[in-house]
């Protein structure tokens, strides 16, 4: 089979995506919530969470505090009140809490955008990191998840087992001016068409570039 033509997917995939919700980080930053803070806790939000939830839950808790001084000023129960629509959301508020407390005791109310420090806040990994930074800076960053690591694979452009050995061979492989866009693109993509259990193969925009890999029933 030829090389897998990535500009091109990337050229097909961004028109077939347009109708469908963006992915949820991206639309947050739409609406004016693209601090690193707020990406921030609404990527720790999300996890475990569909985008359906995590948007009305993080514009629920932005209207309420949305900076690391009005979020250090509530209670961890209020803010497990304000996001306990999703899951996991008495963990997520104790890290919540913990994060804006960090943020002003250590940095004076204002988060610094660098991977050293988003790394070192309990639950946050390179994918919320990478998210944050690519977003809300527009650093160079590969956001991984499920469904990059799914369709990339899918494709054969990676061959991989898990998001984080995806990371680190899309960052060997795909051209740098993807770095932010293919999470933007492949959420939706993965979400709508090229889901997990029975992909929308016959209304793929690249349905004969792709391989296919370890696919076994599409539609």
Known sequence: MP???IDLAIELIT???????KAGLFELAKEGFGSPFQLLVACIISIRTLDEVMLPVARQFFAQAKTPTEVSRLSKTEIDHLIKSCTFHER??????QI????????NG???CKPEILLSFNGVGPKCANLVMGIAKGEAKIGVDTHVHRVTNRWDYVQTSNPEKTLLALEEKLPK???IEINRVLVPFG???????????????????CPK???KLYR
Request: hydrophobic residues 40%; glycine residues 2%; positive net charge.
């Open 92 to 97: 997520k508020a104790e890290q919540i809490f």
């Open 213 to 215: 890999v370890g696919v």
């Open 100 to 107: 804006s407390q960090r943020i002003m005791t250590e940095y």
């Open 110 to 112: 204002n988060l610094p």
């Open 3 to 5: 090389t897998f033509n």
């Open 191 to 209: 979400k709508h068409i090229c889901v997990a259990n029975r992909p929308k193969c016959l209304s793929c925009p690249i349905v004969d570039m």
């Open 177 to 179: 001016k993807y770095w």
């Open 15 to 21: 028109k077939a995506v347009e109708p469908f919700p």
